[in-house]
């Protein structure tokens, strides 16, 4: 029974609508980043048109608890991933989203979706406070590399032994310096090198560096705030569907993150692949 993670753009595409009339198994997974790009301006309004096509499948909707929640548990089976989902907010979907279309007649709601929007725009202002570290996090990474092992990855051509290891390395430095920045307790650290990769840190940190990689490949970022702020909002979404069947999108960077830190975790031997 799959359940893939949809992005906010493509809930409402036409191809959603056909995955989920294909088959009642299809299922999709609304992550909190989705649901705090919602409500982050005009939330009834937007909130009415995002889930205007899955309301006609509330039973193959979940929603998922906020990924902060996982910072230092390891899913390393179906079973701990399942626990991502949120059962309250899952079964009560339906019934939330008809309470927003007419929250224009219902004063608590109309209040809860104003609050929900200051939420929201808080959760966004956080990240984009963050986001112009990416830049020069990225360039101070480049220095590692030395001129051929930049030139494989301008060309993405197959990587030397060189390069994949000090991919590695990056992967696990900014996966330790997550741990620490996000406050996660010393004793729920992962206690060997190959425990990492059950960990949500650690594949987003390797969507990030897989990230980085494009950077190099196409040239430097946009340093357009809203843009680096989807980037990141992108990788929470390409690591989070690594534990589930994958994800739903249209956009490629997404995609192609996605698919590589699939193959990466698939090639480690070791690490639960939903």
Same mark, same amino acid.
């Given at each position: /029974?799959? =359940?893939?993670?949809?992005?906010?753009?493509?809930?409402?595409?036409?191809?959603?609508?056909?995955?989920?009339?294909?088959?009642?198994?299809?299922?999709?997974? =609304?992550?909190?980043?989705?649901?705090?790009? /919602?409500?982050?301006?005009?939330?009834?309004?937007?909130?009415?048109?995002?889930?205007?096509?899955?309301?006609?499948?509330? *039973?193959?909707?979940?929603?998922?608890?906020?990924?902060?929640?996982?910072?230092?548990?390891?899913?390393?089976?179906?079973?701990?991933?399942?626990?991502?989902?949120?059962?309250?907010?899952?079964?009560?979907?339906?019934?939330?989203?008809?309470?927003?279309?007419?929250?224009?007649?219902?004063?608590? /709601?109309?209040?809860?979706?104003?609050?929900?929007?200051?939420?929201?725009?808080?959760?966004?202002?956080? =990240?984009?406070?963050?986001?112009?570290?990416?830049?020069?996090?990225?360039?101070?990474?480049?220095?590692?590399?030395?001129?051929?092992?930049?030139?494989?990855?301008?060309?993405?051509?197959?990587?030397?032994?060189?390069?994949?290891?000090?991919?590695?390395?990056?992967?696990? *430095?900014?996966?330790?310096?997550?741990?620490?920045?996000?406050?996660?307790?010393?004793?729920?650290?992962?206690?060997?090198?190959?425990?990492?990769?059950?960990?949500?840190?650690?594949?987003?940190?390797?969507?990030?560096?897989?990230?980085?990689?494009?950077?190099?490949?196409?040239?430097?970022?946009?340093?357009?705030?809203?843009?680096?702020?989807?980037?990141?909002?992108?990788?929470?979404? *390409?690591?989070?569907?690594?534990?589930?069947?994958?994800?739903?999108?249209?956009?490629? /960077?997404?995609?192609?993150?996605?698919?590589?830190?699939?193959?990466?975790?698939?090639?480690?031997?070791?690490?639960?692949?939903?």
């Amino acid at each position: /029974m799959p =359940i893939l993670i949809a992005d906010s753009n493509f809930l409402q595409k036409s191809a959603l609508r056909e995955y989920l009339a294909t088959s009642r198994s299809n299922r999709i997974a =609304i992550a909190e980043e989705v649901l705090v790009e /919602m409500h982050k301006r005009e939330p009834a309004l937007t909130v009415g048109k995002s889930f205007e096509i899955v309301r006609i499948y509330p *039973a193959q909707v979940v929603v998922l608890r906020g990924v902060t929640s996982i910072y230092g548990l390891p899913i390393t089976s179906a079973l701990d991933a399942r626990r991502l989902i949120d059962k309250r907010q899952t079964t009560g979907f339906a019934q939330w989203y008809d309470d927003v279309l007419q929250s224009h007649e219902n004063e608590v /709601m109309s209040q809860f979706l104003a609050s929900a929007e200051k939420q929201a725009q808080a959760q966004i202002e956080k =990240i984009a406070a963050t986001v112009q570290y990416i830049q020069p996090v990225f360039r101070n990474m480049k220095k590692r590399f030395n001129k051929d092992e930049l030139e494989q990855l301008r060309k993405r051509v197959p990587y030397n032994d060189d390069t994949q290891r000090k991919l590695i390395d990056i992967m696990y *430095a900014v996966s330790r310096a997550l741990f620490i920045n996000t406050n996660v307790p010393e004793h729920q650290y992962p206690k060997l090198n190959f425990h990492a990769f059950g960990y949500f840190i650690f594949r987003y940190a390797m969507c990030m560096t897989l990230l980085y990689t494009r950077w190099v490949h196409h040239g430097n970022l946009s340093d357009n705030t809203d843009k680096l702020v989807n980037h990141v909002m992108d990788m929470h979404l *390409a690591a989070l569907g690594t534990f589930f069947g994958g994800v739903l999108s249209d956009d490629e /960077m997404l995609i192609d993150v996605h698919r590589e830190a699939r193959w990466l975790l698939r090639a480690a031997g070791k690490a639960f692949l939903g």
